[in-house]
């Protein structure tokens, strides 16, 4: 099964704690070199995955092939894998020098081996100036650093990487989420970056791995996630602020689906009359039209302005659509008030349509 | 009003500590006190007339010999414990399921038995393995049964302040269980570990019960036990006995003098500081 591309390959995999089932029949497979996010809210089993493909846990059932060796019940260090921790992890009791240099004494890699990937790995990261400094002695983007830097010096085939921002203030965290896809890139090997938060999966992995619950909802590239949730699930957790989500049901023609209040969507694949169905709207794709001529494949809602909130660059306006409420994003600053009525519009492709139930894309 | 509450506590504090510590106080100033004003009513708080006797006593009653014996088994006791108990405590510290929940309980349990039941037993068994022989390696053996749990408990503790990602990375950096243990656990534990090695060391170094029963021969004796042989059934001698406590608690108190800020900082702030 495993082909000369595939490093990781995790197939029927589960875990359990107890009763509880931390992880349900997983399967997948991580390419050799490419960057790969495993997104989720908390308590989804993504960190847990993770820590089972670093060896720190066993897999109840399924299996775990690293370059095509099982690898179930081998102990991390024989797995050639090197992991950052959300804690960093950082030994208080060595410097930064021994800490980064932990794993090649271990090893028992000669002193001059050690002097010059040590020299190469502070070089990488920027900590030169901090070798022998204490851990409690460093600001948090630095033990960040040093913690990568621990990991870069081993040279793995695999990075792992558990929430490793999740402890920066916001600005270091979009600088360093371009660093280490950076070194990703300059390094070659393949990553499986563990987090919560969709933005930083969207925008530094090849491949993300959306989880829920133990389960895997859907693996795709980043916009193809964006561009087809494969449920309201995935719908809603890709995309900032949220999709919106409404009840409705297809009408006789089987184009388009209607709310419990009357606002009427239209789709571009038919459906069977009378099904209930939940619409899915990003309120990027929403807009305010001015009474002015349409596009082809564009329609109307009418609505009314329920609460407003600028950030600056953006207004995000909360639209109350009969019973139903709808956020749309407007770029600058709309000159709109609370009660206001307003017309909206949308292009039909830009329309979801789930299934009411199971939640599935149909 | 607002100031009287730790005004009260202070004194209340201050009064319980002096009941508490006038046994100690009262020996000391005995020991300084001859024979009658011992037996003095209403007694003296302070000696009257001050003379010591503590060279005599230390030759006389052979102490060095006693509490070179008591040192023996203290430290062999330490050591001991500090060997075969760091490694449960880790286990049962970072291994948290329904079975080290058994053992820590069983842990527990074994070091609630007295040693005053424990002995009989314990004299029938090493007598019949040909341990007393070893009289002293006797006391060891049977004084860390009822050590190594009291540190089990105690170390546990400080096992579980060091976060389980330091052993996970080192682990992941390619560490085996025991390696990440001894070069990562018992380094940061250190404090934890050495503050409770020294109470149990001051704790043996006052053992009785054993070494009254396991050890016959008088020349492996520890002081706990020369101090009894001191006081007889018919004593009158108190200042002299006096005398003799005094010298024997002074190294206990000594230690924990020294350590103390160790000691109370290990027992509360734990191993990461």
Excluded at chain 1, 36 to 63: E, F, N, Y
Aim: hydrophobic fraction near 45%; aromatic fraction near 8%; include cysteine.
């Amino acid at each position: 099964m495993t082909s000369q591309h595939t490093q990781i390959s995790i197939a029927g995999l589960d875990r359990s704690f107890g009763s509880f089932k931390a992880l349900h029949n997983i399967n997948l497979d991580i390419p050799r070199g490419k960057f790969v996010a495993l997104v989720g809210p908390s308590g989804c089993g993504k960190s847990t995955l993770l820590r089972t493909i670093a060896g720190l846990g066993k897999p109840s059932s399924g299996t775990i092939r690293i370059d095509g060796n099982l690898v179930n019940d081998a102990p991390p260090r024989e797995r050639d894998v090197a992991m950052v921790f959300q804690s960093y992890a950082l030994y208080p009791h060595m410097t930064v020098a021994k800490n980064i240099t932990y794993s090649l004494r271990i090893k028992r890699v000669d002193r001059a081996t050690i002097q010059a990937k040590l020299a190469e790995a502070a070089r990488i990261v920027g900590l030169e100036d901090l070798l022998q400094r204490y851990p409690k002695e460093l600001s948090g983007g630095q033990r960040q650093r040093v913690a990568m830097a621990r990991a870069i010096v081993r040279n793995p085939a695999v990075f792992l990487f558990d929430e490793p921002l999740s402890n920066l203030d916001a600005a270091l965290r979009v600088r360093m989420r371009s660093q280490i896809r950076d070194l990703h890139d300059r390094l070659g090997a393949t990553s499986v970056y563990v987090t919560h938060d969709q933005i930083e999966a969207m925008t530094m992995a090849d491949i993300v791995v959306v989880m829920r619950n133990g389960v895997v909802e859907q693996i795709g590239a980043p916009l193809e996630l964006y561009d087809r949730p494969a449920n309201t699930f995935v719908g809603g957790f890709i995309g900032s602020p949220a999709m919106n989500f409404l009840s409705a049901k297809v009408d006789q023609l089987g184009t388009a689906a209607t709310t419990r209040t009357g606002a009427n969507f239209p789709f571009s694949k038919p459906l069977d009359a009378g099904r209930a169905v939940k619409i899915g709207l990003r309120p990027e794709h929403l807009s305010l039209t001015h009474g002015a001529e349409r596009d082809n494949g564009e329609f109307e809602l009418e609505a009314t302005v329920a609460a407003l909130e600028a950030t600056g660059n953006a207004t995000y306006a909360d639209c109350r659509i009969g019973s139903d409420v709808l956020t749309i994003v407007l770029h600058g600053r709309p000159s709109l008030r609370p009660g206001q009525k307003i017309k909206l519009r949308a292009a039909q492709c830009d329309v979801h349509v789930f299934d009411e139930k199971s939640g599935a894309h149909l | 009003m607002i100031h009287a509450r730790p005004y009260l506590l202070m004194i209340t504090a201050v009064a319980l500590t002096g009941i508490y510590l006038f046994p100690v106080y009262w020996m000391a100033i005995s020991a300084f006190k001859s024979g009658s004003e011992i037996f003095q009513f209403p007694p003296t708080y302070w000696p009257a007339d001050p003379h010591n006797a503590f060279l005599e006593i230390f030759r006389e009653r052979q102490m060095g010999r006693y509490l070179w014996n008591s040192f023996v088994i203290a430290t062999g006791v330490s050591l001991l414990t500090l060997l075969l108990g760091a490694g449960p405590a880790y286990v049962l510290s970072h291994i948290q399921n329904r079975w080290t929940a058994i053992a820590t309980f069983l842990v527990i349990i074994l070091q609630v038995l007295p040693a005053s039941l424990m002995v009989t037993p314990i004299f029938v068994a090493f007598n019949q393995v040909g341990l007393l022989d070893h009289p002293r390696m006797s006391v060891v053996l049977a004084q860390s049964a009822k050590t190594i749990p009291l540190f089990i408990v105690l170390c546990r503790a400080t096992f579980l302040q060091i976060p389980a990602e330091l052993r996970d990375a080192a682990l992941v950096d390619g560490n085996s269980r025991v390696g990440a243990f001894l070069m990562i656990m018992v380094p940061l534990a250190r404090n934890g570990l050495l503050v409770v090695s020294a109470l149990i060391f001051m704790q043996s170094f006052g053992e009785y019960v054993y070494s009254r029963s396991l050890i016959s021969d008088t020349a492996l004796q520890t002081a706990t036990v020369g101090l009894d042989v001191f006081m007889g059934p018919n004593t009158n001698d108190w200042g002299s006995i006096m005398t003799y406590a005094t010298i024997y608690v002074a190294p206990i108190l000594l230690v924990f003098v020294l350590l103390q800020r160790h000691i109370v900082n290990g027992l509360t702030a734990g191993a990461l500081k």
